[in-house]
């Protein structure tokens, strides 16, 4: 199974947009967007992959591998660099700051402990079919406002 995610705001902070697409045995299982009168960039790209996860806790099979595209460095390294390390210091970076949305990151490991997961950054508007759907449904969420 493959999920691909992105967000993304109208200014930074701004109304803001996100959006999954999974993929299951090469087909399309789902896909659902949403929007944020006043967010930020990142909490848009946290909340893609929140919202796919909560979607397939609901009745997957934990055991099955699923693979996370994300064009978000900060979504990728976060989860598989950053994150043991901010719990360690008390939810505080390297340089001694309270990390933010620390809410949404809390939300997302739970979630991913369910899971067995990898996690795969790709590179944002270079053609991938997923990233694009996923793209063009943030534009759509956005706009909804």
């Known amino acids: 199974m493959e999920i691909y995610t992105d967000g993304g705001c109208s200014g930074n902070p701004g109304p803001g947009g996100w959006a999954y697409v999974i993929i299951k045995d090469g087909n399309l299982f ?8 006043l967010t930020t960039n990142n909490r848009m790209e946290l909340q893609a992959v929140i919202a796919a996860l909560e979607f397939l806790a609901m009745d997957e099979k934990k055991e ?39 809410d949404l990151w809390q939300r997302l490991e739970a979630l991913a402990e369910l899971f067995p ?27 909804s406002l």
């Not at 789902?30 to 009168?37: L, M, N, P, S, V």
């Not at 694009?132 to 534009?139: H, N, V």
């Open 64 to 102: 099955e591998k699923i693979a996370v595209y994300t064009d978000s460095q900060y979504v990728q390294k976060g989860i598989t660099l950053w994150l043991a390390e901010w719990k360690k210091k008390g939810w505080k970076t390297s340089d001694k700051k309270p990390v933010k949305n620390k």
């Open 30 to 37: 789902a896909e659902k967007w949403g929007a944020e009168k």
């Open 117 to 143: 997961l990898s996690w795969v950054w790709v590179k944002g508007h270079a053609g991938n079919k997923y990233n694009e759907r996923c793209d063009e449904l943030t534009r759509k969420a956005i706009v």
